[in-house]
């Protein structure tokens, strides 16, 4: 990192929002001196510059009602995958951990969707070790807040994302948690799961919340508190009890939250957040290759025991002020995650399985973020909504487990030293950001942003982004982005001491039968870009509200582990092999295209909205092969009947288009030129398009008083996860009877 360039960019940040109060201020002041009505029309300027991003053609909200009304059985991802442009993927093509499936916005993978907690980013699953292939074994950050402390969640797709900087090219789910209210209010649910088939695993989830002041109008509290439990599907749910293709691993999560917010004055406010979440799995027999003889010899004595757990701490202080120039947000937030589990193995075919039962050992992920943030309303020539801030965000990471790999391979001669305390991983980054909203009229609004990221080991990063609104008469909108996105190196792909091997059958396809192969990381890897345009139209009158856009994101320097020779390290000296070495290293370019559109109708007592999405492209250029594992078309449609103040009645469907598999080997094994004999295991295959639809009743037996009871897949399109497939790499829940009862005050 340039040092110099740093404290530059640094002061430039800091005069850019002096200057900018300073202006605000002088601009305050004549204010003042104008007449009422020229206050007035500046008064109307209550859009920020983020709140005017979030209007647009990626931008959809999620509200407690759909979440009530629809419940999810223990991830809000659940519902979150019903929004245009969103599904649920691993982060490659390759199936793996195909179960554990997170949220994958326009095709970009889950590990390019950020997650936020009231727009505090949660990484959490920065802690589980990453793959060869890109996967992790963990079910992502979107699970750590009970859906019943949920006031909304915020999808951001696109160029409304690029403004969160480093995890957000795909795009942003905003999970936005209840307020402290001046009056006590609380509230007990419990809800029950129960599948059809009894080789799946049932689900229960209790939460309570409680919300009210200690000092009226100036001090007060909300509380809650949440566990769920899912068992895991049964061992021969797939096929038999000796295949590979393990069901859905269960969980036990229990999270508890507590928020004290403090009313210093009419104009500020200070709020405590403090959060302490534990998520852990149940044993279904899953590994990363799902081909390793010891993990199916394991599995009766695992089966349905606890073999990782995450628990993560989170604290957080919110500053908010409302001043005569404008409005500041000051946040510290620190966040502690520490996963615990069973020892995985590091190398080939059992990369990713449990390699000893016999002891844990825990990993540690400390993220410190600071943030600061002015938004200031002026008018210069026309009026503008001004946004500036700095941010700084220091990770430190410890994991002896995924770095303990050793090798009697003469690394020296091949100019890798490997650090005396491997374990340690650290990475920071310096950021500011500076964006106006602009009414350039009462029919064209521009949103104009530069952000500046420097990474301590990528370097510095440049995200212009320029979002327009056309009015096009009474009820028509013109909506248009561009935005540079990027995504940092992961600690795993920057670390040198992290090291992965194949003994060669997973060496890159065109290396020689004769090596062994490893991988390192690489401390040199440029962050991974894209430029994210979308255009459309949004119409809206009376009951109908409609949008069509299309949307393409040109990616570049994607990261994958190295296909090319780093150096090379002839056998010798106890070593009967030679051996490649390979670096994490940045693919050329991949492409993401493709069409979101949506219709909503509404009546008094019927809501009746629906959504596509069609991906015309989702390729990395240098091979042709997917992205990650997305159908070609997503259909959703969501229909809500109020049959009377007590009485609901919803019903949803979902249609998946086809997915299909890699067609291009890139590994010996996937080519057939592995050794011992062994044929191609990438055989290609399509999963045909299917439907899933479910219903529910809703009735208020009280005004405290409420139940639930509905069928997802009511058709029973059950989907089975083949260890022969490609595609069908994840298990879709068969035919399943719920119900809740809710409690509130």
């Not at 248009?480 to 792909?493: D, H, L, S």
Request: aromatic share 8%.
């Amino acid at each position: 990192m340039n040092k110099t360039f740093l404290k530059s960019a640094l002061a430039f940040a800091i005069s850019t929002i002096t200057y900018s109060v300073t202006i605000a201020a002088n601009v305050a002041d004549e204010q003042k001196k104008d007449n009422q009505a020229e206050v007035t029309k500046l008064d109307t300027i209550v859009l920020t510059a983020e709140e005017q991003i979030k209007q647009s053609l990626g931008a959809s909200i999620i509200t407690k009602e759909d979440l009530e009304k629809l419940p999810v059985v223990n991830d809000i991802s659940e519902y979150v995958r019903r929004m245009p442009g969103v599904n649920l993927t691993g982060n490659s093509a390759t199936g793996q951990r195909g179960n554990n499936r997170q949220i994958d916005i326009r095709g970009m993978g889950p590990e390019n969707t950020l997650i936020l907690v009231d727009g505090k980013p949660i990484t959490s699953r920065n802690s589980v070790r990453y793959g060869w292939r890109g996967e992790r074994d963990t079910r992502g950050d979107s699970n750590w807040v009970p859906a019943d402390a949920i006031e909304s969640i915020e999808v951001l797709r696109g160029p409304a994302a690029a403004r969160y900087g480093s995890g957000a090219a795909g795009g942003v789910v905003n999970i936005i948690t209840k307020k402290v209210t001046n009056e006590l209010h609380g509230s007990l649910e419990h809800y029950y799961n129960a599948p059809e088939d009894k080789k799946e695993g049932d689900s229960y989830r209790t939460t309570a919340t409680l919300s009210g002041p200690i000092i009226k109008d100036v001090l007060g509290f909300r509380l809650y508190g949440s566990q769920n439990k899912t068992q895991p599907d049964a061992l021969d749910l797939n096929r038999s009890i000796d295949s590979v293709a393990a069901g859905r691993e269960g969980v036990k999560n229990q999270d508890a939250g507590l928020r004290l917010a403090w009313q210093l004055n009419d104009d500020q406010s200070i709020i405590l957040d403090t959060a302490f979440g534990r998520q852990g799995n149940r044993y279904s027999g899953d590994s990363q290759n799902n081909n390793d003889p010891y993990a199916k010899a394991i599995l009766k004595e695992l089966y349905g025991t606890e073999t990782n757990t995450m628990y993560r701490d989170s604290y957080a202080l919110t500053h908010e002020g409302n001043w005569a120039w404008g409005k500041n947000k000051l946040v510290a937030q620190y966040d502690k995650t520490k996963n615990k589990r069973y020892i995985e193995d590091l190398g080939g075919s059992t990369e990713g399985s449990i390699s000893n039962i016999g002891e844990k050992q825990t990993s540690e992920l400390n993220t410190l973020r600071l943030n600061g943030e002015v938004n200031i309303p002026f008018e210069f020539y026309v009026p503008q909504n001004l946004t500036a801030g700095v941010e700084w965000v220091d990770d430190k990471f410890t994991d002896p487990a995924s770095t303990r790999a050793t090798t009697t391979v003469d690394l020296a001669s091949a100019g890798i030293i490997l650090p005396n305390d491997r374990t340690e991983m650290k990475s920071h980054i310096f950021s500011t950001y500076i964006e106006d909203n602009i009414d350039i009229s009462d029919q064209t609004n521009v949103v104009a942003g530069l952000r500046y990221d420097d990474h301590s080991k990528s370097g510095s990063n440049w995200s212009p982004s320029l979002n327009i609104t056309q009015k096009l008469g009474e009820h028509w909108k013109l909506k248009g982005g561009v935005a540079r996105a990027y995504k940092a190196p992961n600690m795993y792909q920057n670390a040198e001491g992290y090291m992965i091997t194949t003994n060669g059958n997973g060496c890159p396809k065109d290396l020689p039968t004769s090596v062994q192969c490893y991988l390192f990381g690489n401390e040199t890897l440029k962050p991974e870009t894209s430029i994210n345009k979308e255009i459309g139209v949004e119409y809206e009158k009376d009951i109908v509200k409609a949008s069509l856009a299309w949307f393409r994101n040109d990616y570049k320097n994607k990261i994958a582990a190295g296909q090319i020779q780093s150096a090379f390290i002839s056998k010798g000296n106890g070593v009967t092999r030679d051996t490649v070495i390979l670096k994490w290293e940045n693919v050329p370019e991949a492409l993401v295209q493709g069409i979101e559109g949506s219709i909503g109708l509404s009546w008094d007592n019927i809501h009746w909205t629906n959504n596509f999405t069609y991906m015309m492209d989702s390729k990395d250029k240098s091979t042709g092969n997917p992205l990650s594992l997305v159908p070609v078309y997503t259909i959703n449609s969501i229909f809500e009947y109020d049959v009377t103040d007590k009485l609901d009645v919803n019903f949803v469907y979902t249609q998946y288009g086809r997915q299909s598999s890699r067609t291009v080997a890139e590994m010996r094994l996937e080519n057939g030129t592995g050794s011992g004999g062994l044929e191609s295991t990438l055989k290609p295959s399509v999963v045909k398009s299917y439907g899933i639809a479910g219903i529910n009743v809703g009735y208020k037996l009280s005004n405290n008083l409420n139940t639930r009871i509905g069928i997802s897949n009511l058709f029973d399109e059950q989907k089975l996860r083949d260890s022969n497939s490609t595609s069908q790499t994840y298990n879709e829940p068969g035919r399943a009877y719920y119900a809740s009862l809710k409690y509130q005050f």
